[in-house]
């Protein structure tokens, strides 16, 4: 396993690194979806910062999209911060931010410190959700 997740007041963050399988990326979001704690979530934070190879690619991204379609009928109030350096983790990250399944608002980042600013700013949806 070459992640964690790392559980804060309203988020979680995915710490990802080494080699990641497409194992290891369905783990995450079923783990985190499944916890007690997701319908409470305001963001998540997928960190890929260490990681030094991806052994995932397009279809993995469609079933985790598939996943979270699902998981957003008991809270579509997430935004998802992306941070990754590798090119080709940035080009499934766009996927997965532009794909029409998307129903969380998600960016995309070189840093944590850009990721936790945009995270804090107020959106939208959050105002008009209740």
């Known amino acids: 396993m070459s992640y ?3 559980w ?3 988020g979680a963050i995915k710490r990802f690194w080494g080699v990641v399988s497409s194992d290891d990326m369905i783990r995450s979001v079923v ?3 499944a916890d007690a704690r ?3 979530l305001r963001h998540v934070i997928n960190d890929f910062r260490d ?3 991806i052994r995932f690619g ?4 469609s079933e985790i999209e598939t996943m979270d379609l699902g998981a957003s009928r008991t809270n579509r ?3 998802i911060a992306i941070v990754a350096i590798l090119p080709e983790l ?3 990250a766009s996927q997965y931010a532009n794909s029409a399944l998307n129903v969380y608002p998600t960016q995309i980042f070189a840093t944590m410190e850009h990721a936790r600013a945009w995270l804090a700013e107020q959106s939208e949806f959050r105002t008009t959700r209740w």
Request: with cysteine.
């Open 38 to 40: 997701f319908d409470t």
């Open 90 to 92: 940035i080009e499934l």
């Open 58 to 61: 397009a279809e993995e991204v």
């Open 4 to 6: 964690e997740v790392l």
């Open 77 to 79: 109030c997430i935004k």
């Open 31 to 33: 783990e985190t979806e």
């Open 8 to 10: 804060e007041p309203r």
């Open 51 to 53: 990681v030094a190879e």
